[in-house]
């Protein structure tokens, strides 16, 4: 039986067409073989079949050959490789047959495709060569011709121009663009408008989007707190870049290694900010070395993403399970990153929330009006010189505080604490009893030169234990000391007390940290008067100010306390050390050194001091500065990392690049800039690969290679390898031209073709490998939410500058963070709203929804291909979140304004505009249906007209009617919920 079934292979090998490795052998044995018998330095059974000589070795004839069959397909099947116990399946009966076959024919040896640097292949013959644009359609048709198949015809003029009008930048035609392209004749006229659109500054804008993706970009640090930081200068330089068509070898230097530039410019050193868009823990705990070690992971698994298309990441721990890159080599690539001025918990961040190293940028006037603060301070200083000069010559006049009790009044408690005024001045709380509580009142003094605050807490019968607080024997804590004059807060600093628990944290009391509700408590002296002196940060005068004491540690809400307030120079709980000095003498040096910042007139002029050193720094703090790449003085050491951890060093290593590619210049200096030149050295087989596959991608939505995250062994082989290559060495002939090899794309037959299918085809050809037909596909998240602003005319065009918070639900950051009750997204007002979506701020933890929900990632880590769903929960986004609520409103005031005077007229005119074609009479027929019913649901019920009519911020025109626009709205809104509008075809 078994002799039976190898003999039916044999005879199927022997009559298989020519076996080619790279196409055949090696995806059979990368799937099945290479996780045990691939590269690493100690392969099971000492078999290697990833390289020549070890596949040569066993599949070339004779014994080995005869064995590896037998074991492929075992008569037994436990003795089967792979193994049973693997993850992986066994050889089907024709992947059997195919290796027997390729052995016959002489085992033919090919290393890995995209390892091999490309050649030039020549444009095939085609028979329909009046089919042929330009080169790429040779390519395609040869394979459709040998598939038996034919193109399709090419898509009509309207449809076409939107779907390059998306693809270039990222918006729909308007309709006199639209207009104007049909009623051009020349045979050039779709020419010249990929001219125009390559040209548009929105071309930038669209490019920027997936590079955003693959550089990680984010407008927060990620992790659990993920603190705001500034990065928005890197993205306006790619978007620039873009637009100015730098070449794709001078983009990849600068943004690899542009500070190590000889003379580098400001925008070269932002440009490396691709390598600090990164994720950074700054939490507390958080181990500098720990996290320093997996920032330079993901650089190095970043910069193999998307410059080698291989997942270099994979030999962090181990050696590379497919493609031949050594632990050794991982470590040889994480060098050339090392050695940036850097501390792996991001160390002390700049005002715009950077870490270093980073760059201030360029802002004449603000730099100017910081070099006049300067003046001020300087000559404040010389004063505060004098006055302290004038001090050290006088007596010191220490004298002990005195304390004017203020009466409260408009006292308020929550969760049904009542708040009693006694008539000591102090308040006593009873009533409900909930775990926490902040109690609120008001108070007024007329004194002047106020310094400090006093707080009491004071013993009371009525309370547990005779103490202080309402908790068990009269616990009670204060977490929050907060005053107001009007709206208002006063700063406070220092806070010292006459006794505190050993769990005590005073400085919380002030700077309160709601994660953590602790503060100021008395345990075990709870039956005893205690007070906490809350010092100004500057002398304030009297008024009427507003006082919030809060117990947020759960079970000790404070009972009975009392506020004073004082002017004396001297009010704060004295250190026992200078108390004891003080019996003795007044001008004892320590004593003297100690209160030297006391008196009123050195407090004054020290506080102008401080005031016009801050003003100083709010100034300063405007300027704009972004995250950079920078050198150490003296390189770090690298070690390869056991098992990838951070703190088990072993072999040291330097900077080197995988020894499968070409080496590095000899003599060259081991550092990012000659890493970033040898990426883009013409003799490297895969970056040029890489880039043009991502580009045929954006197009047709997949690339020539489908895994365009993975050029390597366990990658897709692509479906038109000599046109991959062809591409590429264009790509490289041409100067790195960006859009040459953009407008070559979209100017082919092969994109022009109509995106329609016959079932048969679709069959055949599900995922269009084949390329028999254009694109289809569901626009890219900011394509829809952008599309949307744009036919609506609320899009705001401005480019570049600080990111914009737009429509998200409310309270979502809120729910999502560290820090609970407070209100932390704050939406940008007016024009800013209806920025492109490429201005969003992004929030890594908590990314824009109307992004997250259309597939967009959350830029935590790497991404070069995003996924595509098509979910329920999209539908109801575009039907119920405000932002799409709004453009449906402000599409149908246009359609009452510009569409024409009936109801049919403004319908065609709104269908043409979100679809670029014109409807047909059955669809008008039913969109005014639709309108018809709505107008009749809103006549009878007006409040729920007025109602969707609030949407939004955008100001309606009440010169509409309120019915009517309603009624408009909500078939608007059906409009931009059309599969036609929000797929591109």
């Not at 794709?248 to 690899?256: A, K, M, P, R, S």
């Amino acid at each position: 039986m078994r002799t039976s079934y190898l003999a039916g292979l044999f005879a199927l090998s022997a009559l298989a067409a020519p076996v080619d490795y790279g196409r055949d052998i090696r995806p059979i044995l990368s799937d099945r073989c290479f996780q045990c018998h691939g590269p690493s330095e100690n392969p099971k059974a000492g078999l290697r079949l990833d390289t020549e000589d070890g596949a040569r070795r066993v599949l070339s004839g004779g014994v080995g050959a005869a064995k590896i069959l037998t074991r492929i397909a075992p008569d037994n099947p436990a003795r089967r490789m792979p193994p049973p116990y693997s993850d992986r399946k066994p050889l089907t009966e024709k992947e059997v047959a195919t290796v027997r076959a390729w052995i016959e024919q002489g085992a033919k040896w090919q290393s890995h495709w995209s390892f091999t640097p490309p050649v030039r292949p020549v444009a095939p013959a085609v028979k329909q060569q009046a089919w042929v644009r330009n080169p790429i359609d040779s390519f395609v048709l040869a394979r459709l011709e040998k598939e038996g198949l034919n193109p399709s015809k090419e898509a009509d003029r309207a449809r076409l121009l939107r779907r390059v009008s998306f693809d270039l930048t990222g918006l729909p035609p308007t309709v006199a663009e639209l207009d104007g392209f049909l009623a051009d004749k020349a045979p050039n006229a779709y020419e010249k408008q990929v001219d125009r659109l390559l040209a548009s500054p929105r071309f930038g804008e669209r490019m920027a989007v997936d590079w955003l993706d693959a550089a990680r970009y984010a407008d927060t640090h990620g992790y659990q707190v993920d603190p705001e930081k500034e990065m928005w200068p890197w993205r306006d330089w790619v978007v620039n870049a873009f637009n100015r068509n730098m070449p794709y070898n001078q983009f990849t230097v600068e943004q690899l290694a542009g500070d190590l530039l000889p003379n580098a410019t400001v925008e070269q050193k932002i440009a490396t900010g691709f390598q600090r868009n990164h994720r950074i823990n700054s939490e507390t705990g958080s181990i500098a070395e720990e996290f320093h070690a997996e920032n330079l992971v993901d650089r190095v698994s970043t910069f193999g993403t998307v410059w080698l298309g291989l997942t270099v990441g994979c030999a962090r721990c181990h050696d590379h399970k497919y493609d031949p890159i050594p632990t050794k080599n991982f470590y040889s690539l994480f060098a050339f990153f090392n050695s940036v001025e850097e501390a792996g918990n991001g160390g002390a961040r700049d005002a715009r929330g950077n870490f270093k190293p980073f760059l201030r940028l360029p802002a004449p006037e603000l730099e100017a009006q910081v070099a006049a603060k300067e003046k001020e301070v300087a000559a404040a200083k010389e004063k505060l010189a004098a006055i302290e000069k004038d001090l050290a010559a006088k007596p010191l006049a220490w004298a002990a505080p005195q304390w004017q009790v203020l009466q409260p009044s408009d006292l308020k408690a929550d969760g049904g604490v009542v708040l009693k005024a006694l008539p000591d001045g102090s308040i006593l709380a009873g009533g409900a009893m909930p775990p926490t509580a902040i109690y609120e009142f008001t108070a007024e003094t007329q004194m002047k030169n106020i310094t400090a605050f006093r707080l009491e807490l004071i013993p009371d019968a009525s309370l547990p234990g005779s103490g202080s607080g309402r908790g068990v024997d009269g616990k009670g804590v204060v977490t929050l000391f907060d005053v107001r004059e009007g709206e208002k807060k006063l700063a406070l600093t220092r806070i010292t007390a006459d006794f505190k628990s050993e769990e005590s944290e005073l400085d919380l009391v002030v700077r309160p940290a709601e994660q953590l509700r602790r503060g100021w408590g008395l345990q075990p002296e709870m039956n005893k008067p205690h007070y906490a002196v809350i010092e100004t940060a500057r002398m304030t005068e009297g008024g009427k100010f507003r006082f919030r004491i809060g117990s947020e540690y759960e079970g000790a809400p404070v009972g009975r306390f009392r506020v004073s307030v004082t002017d004396s120079e001297y009010p704060e709980v004295l250190p026992e050390k200078i108390a004891a000095l003080l019996k003795t003498s007044t001008e004892d040096a320590e004593v003297r050194k100690y209160f030297t910042p006391h008196p009123h007139d050195r407090r004054v002029a020290n506080e102008l001091v401080q005031k016009l050193d801050g003003e100083r720094r709010a100034i300063e703090n405007k300027i704009p500065s972004t995250m950079v790449m920078s050198e150490m003085e003296k390189p770090r050491e690298t070690f390869v990392l056991a098992r990838g951890a951070y703190d088990k060093p072993s072999d040291k290593v330097v900077p080197a690049v995988p020894a499968f590619l070409p080496p590095l210049p000899e003599g060259a200096a081991l550092n990012r800039l000659t890493l970033a030149k040898w990426v883009v050295d013409p003799a490297n087989p895969l970056p040029a690969r890489v880039a043009v596959n991502r580009y045929w991608q954006m197009y047709f939505g997949t690339g020539l290679v489908k895994t365009a995250e993975d050029f390597g062994s366990q990658g897709e082989a692509p479906s038109h390898p000599e046109l991959l290559d062809w591409l590429a060495t264009e790509f490289v002939g041409n100067g790195w031209d960006v859009k040459a090899i953009q407008k070559l794309i979209v100017t082919s037959a092969t994109y022009r073709q109509q995106s329609s299918a016959t079932a048969a085809l679709r069959e055949r050809d599900p995922e269009n490998r084949l390329l028999a037909r254009g694109a289809r596909a569901r626009l890219a998240a900011e394509m829809i939410r952008d599309q949307a602003l744009s036919v609506s005319g609320l899009l705001n065009s401005k480019m570049g500058g600080v990111p914009v918070k737009t429509y998200q639900p409310e309270g979502l950051w809120e729910q999502l963070s560290a820090f609970p009750g407070r209100k932390l997204y704050e939406r940008s007002k007016g024009d800013d709203l209806w920025r492109r979506s490429l201005y969003s701020y992004w929030k890594r933890t908590v990314p824009p929804p109307s992004m997250m929900v259309f597939d967009a990632p959350t830029r935590e880590f790497c991404v070069v291909r995003r996924a595509a769903s098509s979910t329920p929960l999209q539908a109801l986004a575009l039907l119920n979140d405000e932002m799409y609520i709004e453009t449906s409103r402000k599409l149908a005031e246009r359609m009452m304004l510009e569409g024409g005077k009936t109801p049919s007229q403004r319908l065609g005119w709104a269908f043409r505009l979100a679809t670029s074609r014109t409807a047909s009479p059955a669809e008008l027929k039913i969109l005014e249906q639709g309108l018809n019913t709505r107008l009749a649901q809103y006549r009878a019920d007006k409040a729920a007209a007025a109602k969707l009519l609030t949407a939004g911020e955008a100001p309606r025109n009440k010169a509409l009617d309120e019915v009517e626009l309603a009624a408009y709205t909500t078939v608007a809104s059906v409009m931009l919920n059309l599969d036609e509008v929000i797929t591109r075809q």
